[in-house]
């Protein structure tokens, strides 16, 4: 399968945070992702494409910005002290332009206290500098998520008010270096209310939740102006979008032998995931668009075959 053709005209995206404390976080094309952390950036019982980390490249990819990889560093149970190993060990290459750090959690879970917590974090926020060439303007740090507020919590004010005290840690020290927070903690509190953001775990996020976690950070962070930043111009022989502009449908058509697998994304003007479609066997996929706001529309395209497909359409 052909693979398509980039023309890029620009290489700085500026990520603008509204909250007045935190630092504007600069990136370059193409987006060399790094995400830091435990269970809750690993993803823990949800599949790969939910994970939050994915879901955020996806989407600046979806504005249009190229996207060369994405390196999570991560793992379940993890603490401070398991985290900082572990990069020690894998030893990544300091050529990121984007790094985030959420950790802290199973600090707490396993009954580490604050003056634990506060030196190894602050140690992991240099690192994750480091990682970032050097550029704390390209990291980004998010506060931890209140488990209190699962079936496992049991709604565990204890629990509450131990994350809070952690968080109020780690929002001190990333303030105090100008660098980014983004806080989803009151969103995983309303885990209890709304069951759909729980994992079938029964304790860490669903894949909806994370959507919530991605829109917040894509707002926070407020990528602008994205046709005046980069301008992406695709050439793609064998994959047609039609009609563009839609109203009620869409087809798309990829010609040729059928794939095992065709996965298909579709994300609005404001980087947010709102359709996933999973296809097999068939040249033409249809998504009803009825239900679609006017305007524009970005689509990533993946074949089990390892291609990978971008481009728009417009809803009329």
Known sequence: ?????????????????????AQDVTIREPVRFLALGDSYTIGESVSVADRWPQQLIDSIAARGFETEKLTIIARTGWRTDNLRDAIISRDPPKDFNL???LIGVN????????????????ELLLTAVECAQGNKDAVFVLSIPDY????????????????????????????????????I??????????PSLVASD??????????????????????????????TQLEVFDLSVFPNPATDVIDFNLPGEPYDYINIQIYNAVGQLITRLNSSGQPTIR??????ASGIYYYHVVTDAGDYLRGKFIII
Do not use: C
Not at 109 to 122: H, L
Not at 187 to 193: D, H, N, T, V, Y
Not at 218 to 227: A, C, G, H
């Open 1 to 21: 399968m052909s693979r398509l053709n980039q023309v890029l005209f620009a290489t700085a995206i500026i990520l603008r945070p509204f909250s007045h404390n």
């Open 99 to 101: 790094v985030s750090l």
């Open 107 to 122: 600090d707490q879970y396993q009954g580490f206290d604050e003056e634990w917590y506060k030196p190894r974090f602050e």
């Open 148 to 183: 209190a507020y699962t079936p496992f919590g049991r709604a565990s004010s204890t629990i509450t008010k131990e994350i809070d005290a952690f968080n109020n840690i780690n929002k001190s020290i990333t303030q105090t270096y100008n660098i980014a927070y983004i806080d």
């Open 185 to 194: 903690t009151p969103i995983s509190r309303e885990g209890l209310a709304n």
């Open 202 to 231: 029964g304790l860490h996020p669903s894949g909806l939740m994370y959507s919530r976690w991605v829109s917040l950070i894509l707002d926070e962070l407020n990528i602008e102006n994205v046709s005046t930043i980069t301008e």
């Open 287 to 292: 998504v009803n668009t009825s239900g679609y």
